[in-house]
């Protein structure tokens, strides 16, 4: 039984869980860290499993798992599940980071036992609206993992802006049907294997009937949906980049200002991001470079913002 939090200090935690969850949707690492810490603090005398103070810290390890701090994350996830009570949803979507914790590693077998247990687990959710809703945005999310998993480290020649920003503009006249298809093409080999293979292994899972609403297997490796699924991907690795409100590149995009068009901003601002993440694809940044192009910097940085698994789940219904 969780000791019940005096009403002092639930007056001082809530705008602290707010502060942290903005940190990590805006993928602000310190800033969540420093909200962390203060909660830490603050709920020290209810104990190190109170259900309040796991629910932050999943929110904290989010926040590292997308900033990829991974061995950190990990970490944090197995802490949540030996402290979280069996079954409940800290307990389960711990778990499923901590599955693509492993994904990311490239320890496949691991990552497929955690997620089957997930997915065990989602099959006891008695109400199908909430049921569905999860089984669609975490295979969701595999697909874009795994997808992600093969791009790290993967190098294809020199990530140049000024080459980067040329070959963004004569892909920027493609329409984003013929872009999203161009981002298919430029997956390196392995990518869909390992995509297909956790995927299925992950519908398995599922019911008949549940398998049914998602994708059917020919859809899901059609190139339209896969480059959809590497925007996906993309989007999450470079948003932070891109929409930055304090970066020149934002100011002058927001602005609409015609020299953010002409020279390398967009490429140099994707450049990094790939840098960060140690994906070394020129194709691939010059296409995700053309669709921002085509984009006012509200409507893309809105149209692109990440979206967390635990957002979406409290946007369903109750368990």
């Not at 993992?145 to 790290?152: K, N, P, R």
């Not at 409100?245 to 390398?264: D, R, T």
Request: proline letters at 5%.
């Amino acid at each position: 039984m969780n000791k019940a939090i005096r009403p002092e200090h639930l007056k001082q935690l809530r705008p602290l869980e707010a502060e942290l969850k903005q940190a990590v949707k805006l993928q602000e690492p310190q800033a969540a860290e420093a909200a962390m810490k203060a909660i830490l603090v603050l709920l020290k005398p209810y104990g190190s499993n109170h259900h309040r103070l796991l629910e932050c810290r999943l929110w904290y390890f989010e926040s590292q798992f997308d900033a990829n701090h991974i061995s950190n994350a990990e970490s944090g996830f197995q802490g949540i599940v030996s402290r979280a009570s069996d079954g409940t949803r800290l307990s389960v979507e711990a778990l499923f980071f901590l599955g693509l914790c492993y994904l990311r590693q490239k320890k496949i077998n691991e990552a497929k036992t955690k997620i089957r247990i997930v997915f065990n687990k989602l099959n006891e959710i008695s109400s199908p609206e909430t049921r569905r809703l999860l089984q669609k945005r975490i295979i969701e999310r595999i697909e874009q993992e795994s997808v992600l998993t093969t791009l790290i480290g993967v190098e294809d020649g020199p990530l140049k802006p000024e080459q980067i920003h040329d070959e963004a503009v004569k892909l920027v006249q493609k329409s984003e049907s013929e872009l999203f298809e161009l981002l298919a093409r430029s997956l390196p080999y392995g990518s869909i294997k390992l995509l297909e293979d956790v995927r299925t292994d992950a519908l398995l899972q599922l019911s008949a009937p549940n398998r049914k609403l998602l994708p059917a297997p020919g859809q899901a490796n059609q190139e339209s949906h896969v480059g959809k699924l590497v925007f996906a991907v993309l989007k999450r690795v470079g948003w932070k980049t891109l929409c930055d409100s304090k970066s020149p590149l934002y100011k002058l995009w927001s602005q609409k200002v015609p020299a953010v068009y002409s020279a390398a901003y967009f490429a140099t601002s994707v450049t990094q991001a790939f840098h960060d993440w140690k994906i070394g694809l020129p194709c691939l940044a010059a296409g995700v470079t053309a669709i921002a192009m085509k984009y006012g910097a509200q409507e893309f940085c809105v149209l692109t913002k990440p979206d967390s698994i635990m957002d979406a789940r409290r946007k369903g219904a109750k368990q």
